[in-house]
Structures are given as structure tokens and as C-alpha cells.
């Protein structure tokens, strides 16, 4: 029989022994040699959504008076764009500032601006109303770009596209060396979608008095989408 004064001595050396291995004395898996790999895939879609925005400005002594134009024109120009169903059309603000004298110190008259915005996914529709409102407002800009659904379908294939040329680098790096793969992790950046300008010129008030112009021209053209993908493979024996 163990003494009692040897007792606790002796339970905590077989605690001792019995403890298993920590985690942290445990040897370290090994470290697999690694490899970055980045890849780029482009492709192009077409500009099928188009915006425009037009306005009507007038200058008046009287704040009512000008009023009274611009609002007359505004009007007409939205009864103008409902016939043309393919065309939505929407009110994108006015304001109304006073013009000073010279001296700056009295008011002289006042200018209002009002604009309208237009979106269409057809280019005729849209530019045969354009050429329409030119007789009365005048065009601030026009720009095209894909619609979000041309837009994803693009993007879509074009993550394919990176995917499978980081797939087939990764296989010509690992074979080169005479190992296998796996992917250890990867990050796929896509680019934002940008509007392009399709017709680049601003035409003034003061020509809104000329026969009536012919359709806007509007070239479409194409959007490039960028799909960039890097990650990092783990080369195994």
C-alpha cells in the first residue's frame, strides 16, 4: 500500500504518463510547393440598350413666362415620345436660376431648364423620336451599351473562357515540372459596364428653328467584357 503522504506524488506522475501528445507537439503536415497562375478572357457584346436625354431651355423676364415655355415644350415633347411605344420616357429634372445685370446686383430675367430622359432597346425607334424633339429641345447626350441580360450571358462565357485557360495553364505548369494539381484557391474579377458615347455632339437651342433634322445617328457598336481570374495551385508528387 502506497504511504498517504506519496499518494498524490504518485496519481499525478500516471496523470503525467497518461497525458496523449499535444496537437502542438505533433510533427507539421508537410508544405506543398505552390504556383500562381493569372488569366485574362475578353469578349465582345453588342450595344443593344440606348439612352438619351434632351431638354428644353428658355430665358424670360417674367419667372412665370418662362415657365410657361419650357413647360409647354416639355409637354408637347412627352406626348411626342408616348407614340413611340419602344421609347420610355421620363422626366430627369428642371431648374430655374435668375440671370443678374452687369453688375451683377439686380436681376435682369430668368432661365429654365427642363430635361427628359429616353431609353430604348431600339435604335430606329429612338432615333426617329430624337429627330422629332430637335425641332423644339435640344440633345444633351446619347450613349449605348449592353442591356444587363446581353450583359451577363456575355460574362457568363467569358468566366468559362478564363476558367478553362487557367485550367489548361495549370496543367502545362504541373506537367512541366512532373506533378500533379489541385486548385488551392481562386478569385474571378469582372469589370463594371461602362456606356459608350454614340453620338458625341450637343446641339444648341437656338437651332431648334430649322426644318426638322433627320433621324439622330446612332452608331451601336460593341462593349468589350473582361473577366480576369487568378489563383494558386498546389503541386503534388
Do not use: C
Request: glycine share 4%.
Amino acid at each position: 500500500m502506497i504511504p498517504a503522504i506519496i499518494r498524490p506524488l504518485a496519481l499525478l506522475a500516471f496523470a503525467i504518463s497518461a497525458n496523449p501528445v499535444s496537437a502542438a507537439d505533433a510533427p507539421a503536415a508537410p508544405t506543398l510547393p505552390t504556383a500562381d497562375i493569372s488569366v485574362e478572357s475578353s469578349r465582345s457584346a453588342p450595344n443593344d440598350q440606348f439612352r438619351a436625354q434632351v431638354y428644353a431651355e428658355a430665358t424670360d423676364a417674367s419667372p412665370g413666362e418662362v415657365a410657361r415655355k419650357v413647360n409647354a415644350i416639355v409637354t408637347q415633347a412627352i406626348q411626342t415620345a408616348r407614340a413611340h411605344s419602344a421609347v420610355k420616357v421620363r422626366s430627369a429634372g428642371n431648374s430655374t436660376y435668375p440671370v443678374y445685370g452687369k453688375t451683377g446686383r439686380s436681376i435682369e430675367a430668368w432661365r429654365m431648364r427642363s430635361s427628359l430622359a429616353l431609353e430604348s432597346n431600339d435604335a430606329a425607334a429612338l432615333s426617329e423620336l430624337l429627330g422629332k424633339l430637335q425641332q423644339s429641345m435640344a440633345v444633351a447626350g446619347l450613349s449605348a451599351a449592353p442591356s444587363p441580360e446581353t450583359w451577363k450571358k456575355i460574362e457568363d462565357e467569358a468566366i468559362a473562357d478564363a476558367i478553362s485557360t487557367f485550367e489548361g495553364r495549370a496543367r502545362l505548369v504541373a506537367s512541366s515540372l512532373k506533378k500533379k494539381w489541385k486548385i488551392k484557391h481562386l478569385n474571378v474579377s469582372t469589370g463594371g459596364m461602362q456606356p459608350k458615347q454614340a453620338m458625341p455632339y450637343v446641339r444648341a437651342a437656338a437651332m431648334m428653328a430649322e426644318a426638322a433634322p433627320p433621324p439622330a445617328p446612332i452608331e451601336a457598336g460593341d462593349s468589350q467584357v473582361t473577366v480576369n481570374i487568378s489563383g494558386q495551385i498546389e503541386l503534388i508528387e
